[in-house]
């Protein structure tokens, strides 16, 4: 018997008033930045988020902690409406979800100490009996964190650390309030490759000691493939390819999914990959239908493709795509 999801994320739609269709005489244009997302992810799982820059996948990382209010659609954590959830509790909802940015280097006031930084949350959480309790509790969050020995680090300034150090100091200051769901945007794109992989280690370390689910959100696939169990393929607001990542990776179904696994130079597959190139360009996230978004740039697109969206078609490995070419394949 399969587990219900942890996280249920139904018809998800995030639109903004574009500009210049602004003002009492102007027909109102929307930006379609989320376009209905739906997708599971169950408790302690590292759940992918990959597309080209553009694609809303931020945006849908900050709907998904409630930065942002969605146009329409919900997001439920253990059957529970977020919406409810921050009624009845806003604090203990935001201890329930974090999320993590791109860029370690604005993320901290300069004038405060590792120390300040970590403590903050515990404090506002009012987590612990005694500011004892607390500073033990920071001292191994760090030394969970590959940050040893602990002490060393409590009393130095973020200009004192390295980029490395302060995205290890970003996912831990989430982390030590023990949230259940965590959102990591672009985690490691702005470290250097060398310190890239013992990020994303610590990242599955932490996840796996304390149970919390993961949506990790970048634009490569090599770091999606290392460290997401399933993944989801996002192409102009809408998920185009969902299922186990490996299997995404090694036999990508849509059209999208297979250019963006053959540009990937750094992806080791067993079978050489002819680069596909991409030609044309998107359509305007202001009025991008009525047909597939990816249609006037797909080698395959039909007739069909250009009149009328796909409906998401689930294959026999459980992989969901929406492409009218899978469609056929499947009939």
């Given at each position: 018997m399969s587990q219900p999801p942890f996280i249920q994320v139904n018809g998800l739609k995030k639109f903004y008033q574009a500009r210049g269709t602004r003002g009492l005489f102007r027909k109102k244009k929307y930006v379609e930045a989320v376009g209905g997302v739906s997708f599971t992810v169950?408790?302690?799982?590292?759940?992918?988020?990959?597309?080209?820059?553009?694609?809303?996948?931020s945006t849908l990382g900050r709907?998904?902690?409630?930065?942002?209010k969605p146009t329409e659609g919900d997001?439920?954590?253990?059957?529970?409406?977020?919406?409810?959830?921050?009624?009845?509790?806003?604090?203990?909802?935001h201890r329930m979800v974090q999320m993590v940015f791109q860029n370690p280097f604005d993320?901290?006031?300069?004038?405060?100490?590792?120390e300040q930084i970590m403590l903050r949350p515990l404090e506002i959480q009012r987590l612990g009996t005694s500011r004892e309790e607390q500073r033990n509790r920071v001292l191994t969050m760090l030394e969970d964190g590959g940050l040893s020995p602990a002490e060393d680090f409590m009393g130095r300034y973020p200009h004192e650390l390295s980029g490395g150090q302060l995205q290890r100091i970003s996912i831990l200051r989430a982390m030590v309030v023990q949230p259940l769901f965590l959102v990591v945007d672009e985690?490691?794109?702005m470290l250097d490759v060398s310190v890239r992989a013992d990020i994303i280690n610590m990242l599955i370390a932490l996840s796996q000691k304390y149970g919390t689910s993961i949506l990790f959100i970048s634009h490569d696939i090599a770091v999606i493939r290392y460290a997401a169990q399933r993944t989801a393929v996002m192409y102009l607001g809408r998920i185009v390819e969902m299922g186990e990542t490996d299997a995404c990776i090694r036999d990508p179904k849509h059209p999208?999914?297979?250019?963006?696994?053959?540009?990937c130079a750094t992806i080791d597959i067993d079978t050489p990959v002819t680069k596909i190139r991409i030609e044309g360009e998107a359509p305007s996230p202001i009025q991008p239908g009525p047909g597939c978004y990816f249609a006037n740039r797909c080698p395959h697109a039909t007739d069909l493709c250009r009149q009328r969206y796909p409906e998401p078609q689930t294959l026999e490995d459980g992989r969901i795509v929406a492409c009218h070419m899978c469609q056929k394949e499947e009939s």
């Open positions: 169950q408790r302690g799982e590292i759940f992918g988020i990959i597309g080209e820059s553009g694609c809303g996948k709907l998904l902690v409630s930065l942002e997001v439920l954590i253990d059957g529970v409406s977020v919406q409810q959830l921050i009624r009845e509790d806003p604090k203990a909802y993320t901290f006031l300069p004038t405060e100490t590792i985690p490691v794109s999208y999914t297979q250019a963006l696994v053959s540009n």
